[in-house]
Structure formats: C-alpha cells, structure tokens
C-alpha cells in the first residue's frame, strides 16, 4: 500500500508565505514525477508545480515566481514554498505522485488527502 502524506497546511494572513510538504510511504521502489495541485472551493483542480526525479520542474504560468517546488528523493518527499499568498489562493492543496511499487510493479498515480490552506485578508 503506497500512501502521500501531507502537512504544513493552515491559515494564513495576505503576503505571508507557508509552506507545504508530502512524504511517499509503503512498498515504494522508485517515485517518477510528484508535485502539488489544488482545488479552490466551486473550482476544478489544477496543477500548481510538478517535478521530474532529476529536479526538473514544471510550474503553472499563473504562478510561476511566486510558488517554488522542491524534491528531496532521499526522504522520499516534495515541498511546495508559497510566497505573497492572497485570498485567491485559499484552496486545498494536494500531493500527486507517480510511483512504481515493489508489489505489483506497476506505475501508479497516487494521491495525498489534501490539506487546506486558507489565505485571509
């Protein structure tokens, strides 16, 4: 059984800069792409950053200079920094991975519970 797990949500005035982190556990043999969407309450989920297990990564235009995305493989965990929020970026923010396991083999596409970040004004 292959989890992500999320922490570092919460509230937050306008301009403050949380931060977000997720941790792959279980039979893991190798995570691919990971990275963080989010779904704004009444609003389809999009993809905020995703990174490449060679560091590479891919920010949505809309954000891209104010969010940054980082991987340690190491630990298995990516990190989502957040800067200038505002009351439009209030939304619940999840962890997506692609990974292979050593249990089936198989690429999977797995998702974290979400966490909420709530950007006040």
């Not at 989890?3 to 977000?20: D, F, H, I, T, W």
């Not at 990971?34 to 990174?51: D, F, I, P």
């Not at 340690?72 to 923010?93: C, F, G, H, I």
């Amino acid at each position: 059984q292959v989890q992500l797990v999320e922490s570092g949500g919460g509230s937050v005035q306008a301009g403050g800069s949380p931060s977000v982190s997720c941790t792959g556990t279980g039979n893991i043999f190798t995570i691919n792409t990971m990275g963080w969407y989010r779904q704004a309450l009444g609003k389809q989920r999009e993809k905020v950053a995703v990174t490449t297990s060679g560091g590479q990564a891919v920010y949505a235009d809309s954000l891209k200079g104010r969010f940054t995305i980082s991987r340690d493989n190491a630990k298995k965990s990516v990190y989502l920094e957040m800067n200038s929020l505002t009351p439009e970026d209030t939304a619940v923010y999840y962890c997506y991975a692609r990974i292979v396991s050593t249990t089936d083999w198989r690429d999977l596409e797995v998702w974290g519970q979400g966490t909420l970040v709530t950007v006040s004004s």
